[in-house]
């Protein structure tokens, strides 16, 4: 047991001689590495294959479609055998040099993430913070832009969907703010946390460079990170002096060699797992992807609605239109969110994301990317009231019940 689970701050009496319930599948309701769909773990089972010419040259060329489709973009990924701070340096040693300066705006800490990684690697790295629990504001950003007149501003940084706090970025508006500023800069975009969960348009919405990684939306275990460049990151990586050899798009790029595509050895097992769950996404079709994932988060909201109470649970986006469909923050108020995790854990099976950053010890978090549905969802929300109800937490009403009005009022076509 670790301190974090032994000092509540408030009187609570955890149940040591009850039954325990957490006999069967344990259900992962962490935003990330998200649950594998069988299908996905089935496709791994297989022997190692030929890595120079065969079936898995053809399998990656299928992957970098299909990805691109979840992308929308024209542009093909580099692949990396990495998590998705690997996704982040190749983006960054790609494209920049060494003295460059990058502008990071933060919603909760996964950008200033990036950006402390883009500091050390010897960029000039200013980061801006938005207003607490609050996306960024894309005037803030024009403002900056414009205030850079001699444009030594070369990449702008941020995430589409912030894991901490649960808030979404609006990035067709930050794009309109960088035109508006009449500023060339690089816009580069991490959306580990929503691609195939949320939409997201690379072309459309004007990214230079995407960054994801497997293990969210894309429901494949960690260890493959993406980076799509536009044509504009693919320009500029010509003059970049941060490129490392292993990382270099250069050498990537070079179609003789299946084996370079990967500066060595591909991830066989990975791309078998990949290329399966694209085909999941394909099959279902990106836009019913994505209206699941929409009416899942609407449910999860609608049931921490439902937990209100003075001192009790909110939301920590307040802003529907900052509410990210992936993962939802829980603030706890003066309920010790450690004892709902551990309740949720130890005695029904159910593991929860912990809080993040100044969040950390009042808040939880209900990853919801990729392979849920319905039942489980529904599954981790009643888990969640029980555990309430056993610390006798105040709430106003079930968070199962409302959200599964939600849920009734999508499937009716309401
Ligand atoms: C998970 C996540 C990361 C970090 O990915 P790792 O695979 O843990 O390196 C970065 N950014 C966002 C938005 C994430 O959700």
Redesign the pocket.
């Known amino acids: 047991m670790t301190s974090e689970l032994t000092v509540p701050h408030h009187e609570v009496n955890l149940p040591d001689h009850g039954v325990n319930l957490a006999g069967g599948p344990e259900i992962l309701a962490i935003?990330?590495p998200s649950i594998m769909p069988d299908r996905v773990l089935a496709a791994m089972a297989r022997q190692m294959t030929d890595i120079y010419v065969g079936d898995l040259v053809d399998i990656s060329d299928e992957i970098g479609v299909g990805l691109s489709a979840v992308a929308r973009t024209t542009a093909e990924p580099f692949i990396g055998i990495c998590?998705?701070?690997?996704a982040?340096e190749m983006a960054l040693a790609n494209t920049l040099s060494r003295g460059d300066k990058v502008l990071v705006f933060d919603c909760g800490g996964?950008a200033t993430?990036?950006g402390e990684m883009a500091r050390f690697n010897g960029l000039d790295v200013e980061i801006i913070a938005a207003a607490p629990a609050r996306a960024v504001d894309p005037a803030v950003v024009e403002a900056h832009l414009r205030a850079d007149s001699s444009h030594q501003v070369k990449a702008v940084l941020m995430?589409?969907?912030?894991?901490g706090t649960s808030i979404r970025n609006d990035i067709a508006a930050m794009r309109t703010a960088i035109d508006a500023a009449g500023h060339p800069a690089l816009f580069m975009v991490?959306?580990?946390?929503s691609l195939g969960c949320e939409r997201y348009e690379m072309d459309e919405w004007g990214v230079d460079v995407t960054v994801a990684?497997s293990?969210?939306g894309l429901m494949t275990p960690?260890g493959l990170?993406f980076v799509w460049p536009s044509e504009r990151a693919l320009e500029a990586h010509l003059t970049a002096n941060l490129r490392t050899s292993y990382w270099d798009w250069t050498s990537r790029q070079n179609r003789s060699a299946h084996y370079l595509r990967y500066c060595g050895t591909p991830p066989v097992s990975h791309l078998f797992a990949l290329r399966e769950a694209l085909l999941m996404i394909a099959d279902e079709g990106l836009e019913n992807v994505w209206a699941r994932h929409r009416v899942i988060a609407s449910a999860v909201r609608a049931a921490v609605g439902a937990w209100v109470a003075p001192d009790g649970l909110e939301l920590h986006a307040k802003f529907s239109r900052e509410q990210a469909n992936s993962v939802t923050s829980v603030l706890t108020g003066a309920v010790h969110a450690a004892d709902i995790r551990r309740l949720c854990q130890e005695q029904m099976g159910v593991t929860l994301g912990i809080g993040l950053r100044d969040a950390a010890g009042r808040s939880f978090r209900i990853g919801h990317m990729g392979h849920v549905n319905a039942p489980g969802i529904l599954g981790v929300l009643s888990a969640i009231d029980t555990a309430l109800d056993v610390i006798d937490a105040p709430r106003s009403g079930s968070g199962a019940a409302a959200a599964a009005a939600v849920m009734a009022a999508a499937i009716a076509g309401e």
């Open positions: 935003p990330g998590n998705g701070h690997g982040w996964f993430g990036w995430v589409h969907v912030d894991t991490d959306c580990i946390a990684a293990q969210k960690p990170g």
